[in-house]
């Protein structure tokens, strides 16, 4: 007889948690009232797992969705939070959004990638650095990927206090590839020097603003200042131009 009863009982239990859940879960949605909204939302479809919905809190902004599928015996109406719907339509491919097609862009596009302004562009564009864009439909300026490789190398140049002729120079020379970059070694030669002779300008330029520096200490009337002195009796330098190794 004792047997009897824990062999009935092992095979009862398995199947508890699916007769708990659904007395669990009619009882719980059926006495909490729906949004008429909710009750028409679309449906989606999932098997019934077997969990024990009685002891699952529930929280509002739930929709509904049911099983599909061949057999549909013992099937149960369950309810997935409104996050987990609104992520599978994040997921869906945007529809009716416009995208800049690859290799074309605006203006204001370029600037962003090449972190300068519109302004810069335009003046680049005059002084013949960077080739003149071609024009859509709608008169605006359309650039491409070249325009962007381009302009970064006009903007390191540039930042490495090359002219405007040394930058042309070094363009005429990526132009032709075929020559080799024997052109390129002496030109970045040459500008190395440059550089070299605006450093000892600068050490002068220095050596004068410490001298300067030193005719005044301490604290004295504006009138009886020795840099206020110095700068009214010095000579008056007249500027140089600044010459580069083109010119």
């Known amino acids: 007889m004792g047997v009897a009863v824990i062999m009935t009982v092992l095979m009862v239990v398995p199947f508890m948690p699916i007769t708990v859940a659904h007395v669990g879960a009619t009882s719980m949605f059926t006495a909490m009232r729906m949004p008429a909204s909710l009750t028409r939302a679309p449906a989606m479809s999932i098997a019934a797992p077997r969990i024990n919905v009685a002891a699952t809190p529930v929280r509002t902004g739930f929709v509904p969705f049911r099983t599909i599928g061949g057999n549909t015996a013992g099937v149960r109406h369950w309810w997935l939070p409104r996050a987990i719907c609104g992520l599978v339509n994040t997921l869906k491919p945007l529809q009716g959004q416009g995208r800049v097609e690859e290799g074309s862009m605006k203006i204001g596009e370029l600037a962003k990638i090449a972190h300068c302004t519109t302004e810069t562009i335009r003046f680049y564009?005059?002084?013949?650095?960077?080739?003149?864009?071609?024009?859509?439909?709608?008169?605006?300026?359309?650039?491409?990927?070249?325009h962007v490789e381009r302009l970064r190398f006009i903007r390191n140049c540039r930042a490495l206090d090359m002219t405007h002729d040394e930058i042309r120079a070094l363009l005429r020379l990526t132009d032709a590839p075929a020559n080799g970059c024997g052109g390129m070694h002496t030109l970045v030669d040459e500008h190395i020097?440059?550089?070299?002779?605006?450093?000892?300008?600068?050490?002068?330029?220095?050596?004068?603003?410490?001298?300067?520096?030193?005719?005044?200490?301490?604290?004295?009337?504006?009138?009886?200042?020795?840099?206020?002195?110095?700068?009214?009796?010095?000579?008056?330098?007249?500027?140089?131009?600044?010459?580069?190794?083109?010119?």
């Open 193 to 247: 020097a440059h550089v070299d002779t605006r450093i000892e300008e600068l050490q002068q330029l220095k050596a004068q603003l410490t001298t300067l520096r030193d005719q005044c200490h301490g604290e004295h009337p504006v009138e009886d200042c020795g840099i206020v002195h110095g700068l009214t009796d010095m000579d008056v330098a007249v500027p140089s131009p600044r010459h580069t190794h083109l010119g």
């Open 125 to 146: 564009e005059k002084e013949r650095l960077l080739p003149e864009a071609e024009r859509t439909e709608a008169n605006y300026r359309s650039y491409t990927a070249k």
